[in-house]
């Protein structure tokens, strides 16, 4: 079945230091999309992509979706303690298959040392 | 700001018994969704809804589980006859255009079954 890769699995940096992750895919995707989950709650959009190439930033928070529409990447400069959580990326799949299910990938848990 | 509310946070029940989750959805959304997340693992689409029916489900909402809207606001999801295996973190979501990925998630159930 479709299925997401993200990489890495889990970061322990320093505050202040950027963060750089990834999700890949097998398939080509038309949406691809980034939440962050907070321990205890439900996962929350950080940022949206769609067309390929697309490059969009949300504060510190910078997305691009690949070229090839089988991935994405997500940066996070200077970071800080609150960026503590797991990030997923997510797509949307073709329309011809499915309009309402996102996948979600398995996530990068990211911790931030003060 | 609107949010996805859900009820109970947090359900413990004994092996075979019946479980209703409640969801309000944000009022304005039209498209509602059920996600599950065991622990420590990625979030599953369970099943989507709209204009009061399924609109897609997955192979693991079998005929165990169902949805309802049974007013304008409420969004519940049952599970006939609970396994063990159905203890998870169950979200609820909603979103306002369809096909985007954009979802608003609730901050989600625990179902612990026994």
């Known amino acids: 079945g479709q299925q997401l890769n993200q990489s890495p699995q889990s970061m322990f940096i320093q505050e202040g230091e950027d963060v750089s992750m990834n999700c890949t895919s097998s398939?080509?995707?038309?949406?691809w999309l980034w939440y962050k989950q907070d321990p205890g709650e439900g996962p929350v959009l950080l940022i949206a992509?769609?067309?390929?190439?697309e490059l969009t930033s949300n504060g510190r928070l910078t997305a691009q979706f690949g070229i090839t529409r089988k991935d994405s990447f997500l940066n996070i400069s200077a970071s800080i303690p609150s960026d503590v959580g797991i990030y997923f990326c997510?797509?949307?799949?073709?329309?011809?298959?499915?309009?309402?299910?996102?996948?979600f990938g398995p996530g990068t848990s990211l911790s931030v040392i003060p | 700001e609107p949010e996805v509310t859900q009820t109970p946070s947090h359900q413990v029940t004994q092996m075979g018994q019946e479980v209703i989750l409640r969801c309000v959805p944000i009022?304005?959304?039209?498209?509602f969704y059920w996600y599950r997340q065991i622990l420590g693992q990625k979030v599953e689409f369970l099943v989507s809804?709209?204009?009061?029916?399924?609109?897609?489900k997955s192979e693991i909402f079998d005929d165990q589980f169902s949805v309802e809207r049974p007013d304008g606001s409420n969004f519940t999801l049952k599970i006939r006859s609970t396994k063990l295996e159905d203890s998870a973190m169950y979200f609820c979501?909603?979103?306002?255009?369809?096909?985007?990925?954009?979802?608003?998630f609730g901050e989600g159930s625990r179902l612990t079954v026994l």
């Open positions: 979501a909603s979103s306002a255009i369809r096909a985007t990925g954009e979802l608003f």
């Open positions: 398939s080509i995707f038309n949406t």
């Open positions: 992509l769609y067309k390929a190439g």
């Open positions: 997510a797509v949307s799949p073709l329309p011809q298959t499915s309009y309402d299910k996102v996948i």
């Open positions: 009022s304005n959304h039209l498209y």
């Open positions: 809804f709209y204009n009061n029916e399924i609109s897609e």
